[in-house]
């Protein structure tokens, strides 16, 4: 048991040349807006048959268990409801807020998730609360790890609200509060947010082009440094690494990504960014499996693709369907896998250490089943804090209304952490 701290984030795609223009697009948004499969030999969250006789086990896919709950299909669901409101939840930021800012359909909040081969049971708020009783869990990354976070916040918040404790946070260079804490009395829970958008040391080196230093072997000691204090940490983020940076290991310059970047510390070699993402998950990982004091389950998240169409975020792009993808009408951009199975790789590198120390690695694998749900996005329903129905908006079409498809992240993080009979 932790004890509570006060002290206290189109169709089928047909060329190849598409995806990464498409992924930069939203570059742009990454710096206006709160950011602001190959390889199948992974970790996967299984489960039995059914839903009654279901397993949290993850395990590798050598085993060939009943049912990979990250493989299936978004499927009619118009008997249950969604788990909370815009009227029941008071957690939820004006930029994911669709329903409060007049999202035209609400079809999105008609579809469930159905694994292949069994049922993924609902979210038991109380049975998680219960299961949670005088522990505490942290979240890790960008301003995706935080649309996450609301979703558990106002899910738990049918069963119970957590009251926010410290009152001084730290504020990152960003405007963004370093660390947030949320502690549930009647259970003895703390759910944590950190503001760690590259999860490894970084600073801006210049503001005017948005130049990042970024110390792929260094973990952020701002979440780092408090490990031991939670029993399960949610790590995620990969958005901000398309911002220009020079790269650094070892407290020196060996490389940058691109563009000006390049240019700043003299002749540096320039570095894919897929392979800078999978060195600083790889230290992010290290970290929490090499820590001396953490037991738990340290969980990594996969990215998630946006769905701008006709453009970018400022050039017309937006994100108008109102239905989901069905399975085969949509090829995983070649961005995206590269991205996601850099983050596989990063899991897989780390899994020695975690079995040395006693903490378990997992993969919360969300890329497919959202790539498939490009009807769940803000568009142009979502507003600045504080802001009216006409007020200014940027067109979002990568985060996610709440409520909406990311409550799945938390469907499954449910069954990853709580054992299932």
């Known amino acids: 048991m932790k004890s509570h701290k006060s002290n206290t984030s189109s169709p089928r795609r047909s060329a190849a040349i598409a995806a990464p223009v498409a992924f930069l697009l939203f570059l742009g948004l990454v710096s206006l807006y709160d950011l602001t499969l190959s390889d199948r030999r992974y970790l996967r969250i299984y489960g039995g048959a059914s839903s009654s006789s279901s397993s949290s086990s993850v395990a590798s896919s050598s085993s060939a268990p009943a049912c990979d709950l990250t493989r299936g299909e978004w499927v009619p669901d118009a008997a249950e409801a969604p788990y909370y409101s815009n009227l029941t939840c008071p ?98 829970f703390t759910a944590s947010l950190f503001w760690s958008p590259f999860l490894v040391k970084a600073n801006i080196s210049n503001a005017t082009l948005g130049m990042w230093d970024v110390h792929l072997d260094e973990a952020d000691g701002r979440w780092a440094a408090h490990v031991a204090d939670f029993d399960h940490v949610v790590l995620s983020g990969t958005n901000w690494f398309l911002r220009q940076s020079v790269y650094y290991e070892g407290g020196r310059a060996v490389a940058c990504n691109g563009g000006a970047s390049c240019g700043v510390c003299g002749n540096l070699t320039e570095r894919a960014v897929p392979l800078a993402l999978r060195a600083a998950s790889r230290t992010a990982l290290g970290a929490v499996a090499s820590h001396e004091g953490f037991r738990g389950k340290a969980i990594l998240r996969t990215l998630t693709p946006a769905h701008f169409e006709n453009g970018g975020w400022n050039t017309g792009g937006d994100c108008v369907r109102t239905r989901p993808y069905r399975r085969g009408d949509r090829t995983l951009g070649a961005f995206e896998a590269e991205y996601r199975s850099a983050q596989v790789e990063a899991l897989r590198e780390t899994k020695a250490a975690a079995r040395t120390n006693g903490a378990e690695l997992l993969l919360l694998d969300i890329t497919e089943a959202m790539d498939l749900r490009p009807d769940g996005h803000p568009s142009r329903y979502g507003h600045p804090p504080g802001g009216s129905v006409e007020g200014d908006f940027v067109v979002d079409c990568l985060h996610w209304c709440l409520p909406g498809p990311i409550d799945l992240w938390s469907e499954l993080l449910f069954h990853m952490l709580l054992p299932q009979h």
């Not at 359909?105 to 993924?120: A, T």
């Not at 899910?155 to 949320?182: H, N, Q």
Request: glycine content about 8%.
């Open 91 to 188: 957690f939820i930021d004006d930029h994911q807020n669709c329903m409060k800012f007049g999202k035209p359909s609400l079809e999105f909040l008609r579809w469930r998730w159905r694994p292949d081969g069994c049922d993924l049971p609902r979210f038991d708020a109380a049975r998680f609360l219960e299961a949670m009783r005088g522990k505490s869990i942290a979240f890790v990354g960008d301003s995706l790890a935080r649309n996450h976070f609301k979703s558990l916040l106002c899910i738990l918040s049918t069963v119970a609200r957590p009251v926010e404790v410290g009152t001084d946070p730290e504020i990152d260079v960003t405007g963004r509060a370093v660390r947030r804490d949320y502690y549930y009395g009647s259970h003895d």
